[in-house]
């Protein structure tokens, strides 16, 4: 067991794979817990990829993308990807079969439900631990808990998000539908819209922050209170294993020891793993969009979704983040045909929240996505080699909880 080797050795040393939120989060958790921890990244500085310009949302009762919806709409999705901000044809790719069929497995209502309730424990668990973790530590990245707005754009869309809602409610959720009238009242940034809309849902526990602004602070917390090491412009290549425990790990730089090795590289997590071991799922690429611009005249209090062009509005301080696509891709290309129909429909349904005309900051990232929407968190093939990865698009979300429970996996 861990503890053993640790008391063997005389000392409590950890090296963390990966700087994005689920990396830096787990790093910070094992300083607090008495580990002297070194974070390897392959990027010049922290949170410079899937975790760099995410959608921001905190949303604390969420819902599995594999789910019997999904494979109902595949049909309208493969042949307008485009207008539904849903892009399935890489699952086509040979690459891909082998998780395409786990994740059909996983869209069924009773799965889906088993996932979805899973994902609502973690994130209730995720909330909670990163309000202590602030309560410990003054750290800035622009939160806000002002609420969110789902919108629909039909009758039917409507009806389907009454049954929604009072699943959520039942599980802790705060859901409640509302029509286009109280929209416009909850977030008069919607005066003027040109989307249509019959109504929304309404989440006033919902918050959003600034995901790449955390994890600098994190990196600092980390380096200055904790006495943490983090390696830049570092690529893990292989761990280095011996009688069933892991005694260093080969980089660019060179070879590296410690006591506890946690695997958090997101989508390239299974490169650094053994081929097989309890609890080990595929991942893959699902790429994401993002649009920053600077405030308009009339920015949003709240964050908005539109459920229909399957994109978010949110302020993050003086900037409006605009983000949607999901991209079943392993590659980080941006199609400016994309930027520009998302741009587009901000602005549709909000003209001045931002400034639309402004070029915005455009960014992309694979989220490193399981077939269940959860992640792998626990031992990985190895008595000291951990996993925390495999999140999703709820990295940000998660970050906290996944670190929680990986703790009590090491401490098993």
């Not at 999705?77 to 790719?93: K, N, Q």
């Not at 891909?96 to 994130?123: D, G, H, V, Y």
């Not at 741009?343 to 929240?353: V, W």
Request: a positive charge.
């Amino acid at each position: 067991m861990i503890n053993n080797i640790n008391a063997n050795n005389h000392k409590k040393e950890a090296i963390v794979i990966g700087a994005g939120i689920v990396g830096l989060t787990t790093a910070c958790r094992l300083s607090e817990e008495g580990y002297s921890v070194t974070v390897v990244e392959k990027k010049s500085n922290p949170a410079e990829g899937t975790s760099k310009a995410n959608a921001g949302q905190l949303i604390y009762n969420i819902s599995a993308m594999s789910s019997p919806s999904f494979l109902r709409n595949l049909p309208k999705t493969l042949l307008s990807p485009s207008l539904t901000g849903v892009i399935a044809t890489g699952l086509i790719h040979p690459n891909n079969w082998l998780w395409a069929l786990s994740f059909m497995r996983q869209c069924t209502a009773k799965k889906w439900r088993k996932n979805t309730l899973e994902l609502i424990k973690m994130a209730h668990s995720s909330r909670d631990a990163l309000n202590e973790f602030r309560t410990r530590h003054e750290i800035e990245f622009n939160w806000r808990s002002d609420g969110k707005i789902y919108l629909h754009e039909t009758e039917k869309d409507l009806a389907a998000a009454k049954l929604f809602a009072e699943f959520q409610r039942t599980n802790g959720g705060t859901h409640t539908v509302i029509t286009k009238e109280e929209c416009l009242e909850r977030e008069d940034a919607l005066i003027g819209t040109k989307r249509k809309i019959a109504g929304g849902t309404y989440l006033s526990d919902a918050a959003v922050g600034d995901c790449k602004l955390f994890c600098k602070n994190l990196a600092d917390l980390l380096t200055v209170k904790f006495d943490g090491k983090i390696i830049y412009d570092v690529t893990a290549e292989k761990m280095l294993l011996k009688k069933g425990g892991v005694v260093g790990i080969e980089t660019s730089l060179g070879t590296l020891e410690a006591n506890l090795f946690i695997v958090c590289a997101g989508l390239v997590s299974n490169k650094l793993l053994p081929k097989d071991f309890v609890g080990k799922k595929s991942i893959t690429g699902v790429k994401g969009i993002s649009l920053t611009y600077p405030s308009g005249s009339h920015p949003p209090s709240l964050s908005v979704t539109d459920t229909a062009g399957k994109f978010v509005v949110a302020r993050l301080g003086k900037q409006i983040r605009v983000a949607g696509y999901a991209i079943f891709s392993d590659n980080l290309s941006i199609n400016q045909k994309h930027v520009a129909l998302l741009g587009s429909k901000a602005k549709s349904l909000m003209p001045n929240a931002a400034l639309f005309d402004a070029k915005p900051e455009v960014w992309t990232g694979l989220r490193p996505q399981t077939p269940d929407d959860l992640p792998m968190i626990g031992k990985a093939g190895a008595e000291n080699l951990f996993v925390n990865a495999g999140h999703g698009s709820n990295g940000w979300l998660l970050a906290f909880g996944s670190a929680e429970k990986l703790l009590e996996k090491i401490n098993e």
